[in-house]
């Protein structure tokens, strides 16, 4: 078990600045993420549009935003836990035990959500049944390419994962291609690639359908896409993968003893610790009167819960309010060289 | 202003005035009507206030941005009459829309 003096959750903007703010008042912190990688929504929902209202920031995209919030806590040298989410928080003595779904365990006064609008999952298809085939023969996400060699795979979407996808399997399997519209939205380049590979008859493409019905024992063995003009078509296929993006979901921490409103945490404004002492939210997740989800209100409400871990993590000792600009100590963490 | 008609999947039927200038995810959102769950608070990045408009107000509506439809690509069940909720500002010629919320928005 790693004894640590915070645990952020979410490596979006706000947990990202709220890490600087723990590392220049000389705290450590780990930082937990569902995702693969690190930026939260600015990455995985607009990582190419522009953002107007980061203060003395004109104007930057989600992924420049996230580059410079890298860049600025690099001199910390924090560690991150990414494809990780936390499933377990329970409090011995004074301490918080957090569990990961990696078995990763930490010990820690402080816990800061930053989770945004909760984690990041597949959008699952609408039909009831198709749970019953789930990583078996219907998948979200595609681990291991090989097990579809010389089957006929059946891919649902329009976007860059489905057309890739569509386009890589089609070297080794019979590819089926269903989308709700005749529109692609990936990449220009992918959309002319399935047409030409349809052409060749190495892809069969079915817009304006949608998932109607699965069929099968223990596999899928075939399914039933319905048009626009509610006409029905039965495919065999060994396999069907959904490609709709991801949904954000709260998960686990609705069962950490937070007072939840609509999704959305409950915090003091002084500290933005919640009802749970030492369990602090900030960014979009949390809520208080007045409460504005805007990128600059998770950097405020970062700052201010880095110094509310202080007390938990420092106990006996007393923080000063310092500026970066002449604490000697502050520009010692951050590595800098006079 | 204008009188906008929520219909949960189940049959539930709510009647909110809506002031000009708000969405009708908005109008949704602050009078606690469920179902409408606009993850991402409007930013046409999400999908989760997905609605269906009744057809006759379908065509009556400013039509989608660039975006819109390739967000709905991501709604559960969409269907022709889809639209994102966050999308349509309330003006008095809205007086009367009448929307449906689908079983659910992921």
């Not at chain 1, 930026?39 to 996230?66: F, H, N």
């Not at chain 1, 065999?236 to 993968?241: E, P, R």
Request: glycine content about 8%.
């Amino acid at each position: 078990m790693k004894k640590i003096d915070a645990l952020i959750i979410g490596a979006g903007p706000t947990g990202l600045f709220c890490a600087h703010q723990l590392g220049l008042i000389g705290l450590n912190c780990e930082i937990v993420d569902n995702l693969d990688k690190i930026g939260g929504q600015c990455i995985e929902l607009y990582p190419d549009k522009p953002i107007y209202d980061i203060p003395a920031v004109p104007e930057c995209t989600g992924k420049q935003l996230t580059d410079n919030l890298i860049e600025q806590i690099k001199p910390f040298n924090i560690n991150f836990h990414l494809n990780e989410r936390v499933e377990v928080v329970k409090k011995i003595n004074d301490k918080w035990i957090v569990k990961t779904n990696k078995d990763k365990e930490f010990e820690t006064p402080n816990i800061i959500i930053a989770g945004g609008v909760g984690s990041f999952e597949p959008r699952k298809f609408s039909p009831k049944e198709c749970e019953k085939y789930e990583n078996k023969s219907l998948y979200y996400s595609i681990k291991d390419k090989t097990i579809f060699d010389g089957k006929t795979v059946t891919i649902f979407g329009g976007g860059d994962s489905a057309l890739d996808w569509a386009i890589e399997l089609s070297n080794k399997s019979k590819v089926n291609l269903v989308h709700r519209r005749d529109e692609f939205t990936a990449a220009q380049l992918s959309v002319d690639k399935i047409k030409e590979l349809e052409k060749l008859g190495k892809i069969k493409i079915f817009t304006k359908n949608q998932l109607n019905s699965v069929k099968g024992e223990k596999n899928i063995e075939s399914i039933t896409i319905k048009h626009d003009d509610e006409s029905l078509k039965e495919i065999q296929t060994n396999y069907v993968l959904g490609f709709f993006g991801l949904i954000m979901k709260l998960g686990p921490i609705v069962d950490w003893g937070l007072n939840i409103d609509k999704k959305t945490i409950e915090v003091n404004t002084e500290n933005f610790e919640t009802n749970q002492k030492g369990i602090f939210a900030i960014g979009d997740i949390c809520t208080y009167p007045g409460k504005l989800k805007l990128i600059l209100s998770g950097f405020h409400e970062g700052a201010l819960a880095a110094r509310g871990c202080f007390k938990y993590a420092r106990p006996d000792e007393k923080l000063r309010f310092e500026f970066t600009t002449t604490s000697k100590a502050a520009q010692e963490r951050l590595g800098i060289k006079k | 202003m204008a009188k906008i008609t929520y219909i949960q999947s189940e049959g539930k039927s709510q009647t909110i005035d809506v002031s000009n200038g708000l969405s009708v995810m908005e109008g949704a959102v602050q009078n606690d009507i469920s179902g409408i769950d606009a993850d991402c608070g409007g930013g046409m990045a999400c999908a989760t206030c997905h609605v269906y408009v009744q057809d006759e107000w379908f065509d009556k509506l400013p039509t989608k941005e660039d975006g819109e439809e390739d967000m709905l690509d991501m709604a559960f069940e969409p269907k022709k009459n889809s639209r994102l909720s966050c999308q349509l500002i309330i003006t008095d010629e809205l007086d009367g829309l009448t929307v449906s919320i689908p079983s659910k928005q992921g």
